[in-house]
């Protein structure tokens, strides 16, 4: 569905996603990896707390997130896509690859 919003001097074309709940995925996502840090690291109080920020950069340069959460992060936003363009998405074999051969194929930026 598109809807076109007008404004003065300019007219902006708004495309609304087949599920209008989308903002509630990506607040639902926000809110799970919060809540893993929020329980996984002994004293929340760093994360939650703006007056430590020199401990919370801290906290991110020695800790690693485990590979499980990260999967679990990206299947997540997997899912969100899917919702919002109404089938699977295609995942690519070798995304490295298929950058660079885009990169030099159909915009000349990488030479052989």
């Not at 919702?83 to 074999?93: F, M, P, Y």
Request: proline share 6%; with cysteine; charged share 25%.
């Amino acid at each position: 569905m598109i809807h076109c919003q007008f404004t003065k001097p300019n007219v902006h074309i708004i495309s609304v996603p087949p599920h209008s709940d989308i903002d509630l995925y990506r607040k639902l996502l926000k809110e799970g990896f919060r809540q893993w840090l929020l329980n996984h690291f002994p004293d929340s109080d760093i994360l939650l707390n703006k007056e430590r920020m020199p401990e919370r950069f801290a906290l991110a340069a020695d800790n690693k997130l485990p590979q499980s959460v990260m999967l679990d992060t990206s299947a997540t936003y997997v899912g969100i896509a899917e919702k919002v363009i109404g089938e699977k998405l295609a995942i690519s074999e070798n995304p490295k690859q298929e950058i660079i051969d885009i990169l030099r194929n159909e915009y000349q930026l990488i030479a052989d």
